[in-house]
């Protein structure tokens, strides 16, 4: 996987911030904006931002492997199909807190052909998308 252009933090004693990160990477249907992890603050244990899913996008399935991930959605609603074989469904809309255990294969479906679906997005992984990998998906375009 490419790393992506992560944006400098303003470094303060013990206190860093990213004022209103930029997109800076697009992959398996979602756009991420710029958020805090190992690669611009040092974190060792955490990384966040906000991860955008373009209307009626899907994020084909995928396993985080060896971290969990909570969501907070601020905008539109989504379905998880989630577990082995991708055979449970949960819905979720503005509000929501989700969270993922680690190893749970899951796909993530916009179901507005017009709104995306925004969410917050904190990791357990400082690395962010380095212990990610695919999972059996009949929308995942063959390559």
Known sequence: M???LVPDAERGDGIHTL???AICRAWNGIQYRAGLSNRNVGSTRL???VATVPPGAIAFAHIHVDFEVMLYILQGRVRHAY???LVHQL???PGDFIYIE???PHEVY???DTEPVVAVVARSDASEWDHIIDYPS????IS
């Open 2 to 4: 490419a790393t992506p």
């Open 19 to 21: 004022r209103a990160g």
């Open 47 to 49: 990384s966040m931002n």
């Open 83 to 85: 577990g082995d074989g």
């Open 91 to 93: 819905d979720n809309g």
């Open 102 to 104: 680690p190893g749970v």
């Open 110 to 112: 916009n179901l507005s």
């Open 138 to 141: 009949q929308h995942r375009p």
